[in-house]
Nanobody
Framework: QVQLVESGGGLVQPGGSLRLSCAAS????????IGWFRQAPGKEREAVSC??????YYADSVKGRFTISRDNAKSTVYLQMNSLKPEDTAVYYC????????????????WGQGTQVTVSS
């Protein structure tokens, strides 16, 4: 079955960097859309970045700071996060879908358990 396991979260100071990883299994990664989403306390889960059919989407709040990538040989998805801000604090989720027609929660069927990212001095 499809499984996604995130790692790489932690505590970082403002301006710092983190790289999140998402180990995928149970499907062929290069044939699926992938996405990173996040949920801050008291807020709804929101899209951060998605990659599908060679096209990439970034939320305005992370453009120029975050980069999504995938290593199909390792079946791993990454989210490189630079210039982190306190407002980036959230649980980050990796998700996948056969189509992923939109970078929105409802278009993704499979989710990881999430990894906490805290940006604080």
């Amino acid at each position: 079955q499809v499984q996604l396991v995130e790692s790489g979260g932690g505590l970082v100071q403002p301006g710092g960097s983190l790289r999140l990883s998402c180990a995928a299994s149970g499907f062929t990664l290069d044939r699926y859309a992938i996405g990173w989403f996040r949920q801050a306390p008291g807020k709804e889960r929101e899209a951060v970045s998605c990659s599908s059919n060679g096209m990439t989407y970034y939320a305005d709040s992370v453009k120029g700071r975050f980069t999504i990538s995938r290593d199909n040989a390792k079946s791993t998805v990454y989210l490189q996060m630079n210039s982190l801000k306190p407002e980036d604090t959230a649980v980050y989720y990796c998700a996948t879908d056969k189509f992923g027609l939109r970078c929105r929660n409802e278009f993704y069927d499979y989710w990881g358990q999430g990894t906490q990212v805290t940006v604080s001095s």
